[in-house]
């Protein structure tokens, strides 16, 4: 996957004005499995003391524990922060709150018929993927998008890379 930095504001000095823009929305990456002791059930994961934010009644995360983030930190080094999160159908289409890429290990897809969607800005759907559990993928979810067709709570582990502004080339 590669990445074009626009330069959005040309009053600001470099390295700064510059939107990131990546010329996929999604790709599988040859990553290992997670150790068995990190697949959890979802009653297992909402359980966890540390940090678990239940932000609404259709998203809701917890960071991972130590010992996964080590193991995450192996394959993902860039990576900013390891979590598990959780989904309903009702998760509207959005952009993430707090980063602009992240890598997906799916450990219940949340229905049969599952498919996630990114769009443009008029809501036009771009592409449409039907995402395999328990295989990690790269998405940009710095664009709209959305998990589509979910019957179930859909849950794994997310794990976050480049964060916050995206005004800035490095
Ligand atoms: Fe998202």
Redesign the pocket.
Known sequence: MKKKYIKINKQMPDPWGYKIEYDKFFEYVDIPHPPEEFILQIEEIKKMPNKNTNLSSFYGSCVAPKKLQQWVNKFIPNNTEVRYHWMTNDLHV?V?YVRIECWNYILDLGGSNTYTCFYDNNFNVKEKHFIKPKQWHWLS?GNL?KACNLENIRYGITVSGKRGTRNYQC
Do not use: E, G, S, T
């Open positions: 959005h993430d979810v998008h």
